[in-house]
T-cell receptor, first 115, second 116 residues
């Protein structure tokens, strides 16, 4: 299958700072990338869908000014958590899909801890 | 209504036995895809198997098979000859239509524990 790399895998940051998470498709062009948040022992909650070169589509209840998503190229999307607070601590995971793929491929996930 | 329903929060299976993980779905779109993903404790999501709504045969991938019953809107995952490494969370997912931008709907997952 295709490879999606997500970085960093773990990050600890101070409250009030911003954190950027990168999601790269290594061997295919990702026409669409999805960003999810997952609470412990829960399902994946879709935060936003981003298509290359266009603005991300956010799900209801997700603050677009707090969770900035950029999909500047066909191989890279970034999620920036701005002015992070302890309640933003969570597992964030991206997935990507190319035009010829049926399935979506996931990154390794990022465990964010805000202290 | 929930798009994907997984009614088994936790399942146990003896090593080398087969286990079935249930999944039902809800859609009015005639074109859709059904997926199963495995999430070990490390967190990554591993794609296991895919079934298209127009596929006549049940999908199989090694020890994984998908029992697709379209009229009942169910897509159960069967794992044969369970191994200790199969212990993980398993998520059923659905995508409606064929557009690459269409989102995937995930179920709440089933935690599978393989007992030696």
């Amino acid at each position: 299958g295709a490879v999606v790399s997500q970085h960093p895998s773990r990050v600890i940051c101070k409250s009030g700072t911003s954190v950027k998470i990168e999601c790269r498709s290594l061997d295919f062009q990702a026409t669409t990338m999805f960003w999810y948040r997952q609470f412990p022992k829960k399902s994946l909650m879709l935060m936003a869908t981003s298509n290359e070169g266009s603005k991300a589509t956010y799900e209801q209840g997700v603050e677009k000014d707090k969770f900035l998503i950029n999909h500047a190229s066909l191989t890279l999307s970034t999620l920036t958590v701005t002015s992070a607070h302890p309640e933003d601590s969570s597992f964030y995971i991206c997935s990507a899909r190319g035009y010829r793929h049926t399935e979506a491929f996931f990154g390794q996930g990022t465990r964010l801890t805000v202290v | 209504a929930q798009k994907i329903t997984q009614t088994q929060p936790g399942m146990f299976v003896q090593e080398k036995e087969a286990v079935t993980l249930d999944c039902t779905y809800d859609t009015s779109d005639p074109s859709y895809g059904l997926f199963w993903y495995k999430q070990p404790s490390s967190g990554e999501m591993i794609f296991l198997i895919y079934q298209g709504s127009y596929d006549q045969q049940n999908a199989t991938e090694g020890r994984y098979s998908l029992n697709f019953q379209k009229a009942r809107k169910s897509a159960n995952l069967v794992i044969s000859a369970s191994q200790l490494g199969d212990s993980a969370m398993y998520f059923c997912a659905m995508r409606e239509g064929t557009n690459t931008g269409n989102q995937f709907y995930f179920g709440t997952g089933t935690s599978l524990t393989v007992i030696p």
